[in-house]
């Protein structure tokens, strides 16, 4: 018994599904803003309140959740006032590490890392609030923007992966 029919049969029926699928790079997409683009939208001095980004989240650190963009770069949000807020700690517990979300904040202020001074870096970041901060300041790769967290919204996906 010869199967090679059966099995042609199988892969043209098959064939066109799988060339019109498209790969699947993950739930944020290459066109989404970046956190570079944010900072020049930042530099820019737009008076846009709200600023929504889609970042993966990467944890806690002290007050902040911790977001990174899909080109590595990281961004804080400020989440409670002090170690002592039950509330704001309830808002972050259901995050996940690694998954992907559209994040809301508004901009509060910035950790600048380099010392212009001496011209290199600090390895303890000295923060400014956002009436302080030079465009300069905004642009420099390693500098860190502080947003205020209003919430993040799971990124669910559209594809199906099989």
């Given at each position: 018994m010869n199967r090679t029919p059966i099995f042609l049969t199988m892969v043209l029926l098959i064939l066109p599904f799988l060339l019109m699928s498209e790969k699947y790079y993950g739930p944020i997409n290459f066109t989404e803003k970046r956190i570079q683009d944010l900072k020049q939208e930042l530099s820019m001095?737009?008076?846009?309140?709200?600023?929504?980004?889609?970042?993966?989240?990467?944890?806690?650190?002290?007050?902040?959740?911790?977001?990174y963009d899909l080109s590595g770069e990281e961004i804080y949000y400020k989440y409670?006032?002090?170690?002592?807020?039950i509330r704001a700690e309830r808002r972050v517990i259901s995050l996940v590490p690694g998954y992907a979300y559209r994040v809301n904040g508004n901009f509060i202020g910035m950790y600048i890392y380099k010392n212009?001074?001496?011209?290199?870096?600090?390895?303890?970041?000295v923060y400014l609030k956002k009436t302080d901060v030079q465009?300069?300041?905004?642009?420099?790769?390693?500098?860190?923007?502080?947003?205020?967290?209003i919430f993040a919204k799971p990124i669910f996906l559209n594809q199906l992966i099989y």
């Open positions: 001095n737009s008076t846009k309140n709200e600023l929504e980004i889609s970042l993966f989240y990467k944890g806690k650190y002290s007050d902040y959740v911790v977001f409670r006032r002090n170690k002592f807020d212009k001074a001496e011209n290199k870096l600090n390895p303890i970041p465009k300069e300041n905004i642009l420099e790769k390693n500098n860190t923007p502080v947003l205020n967290f």
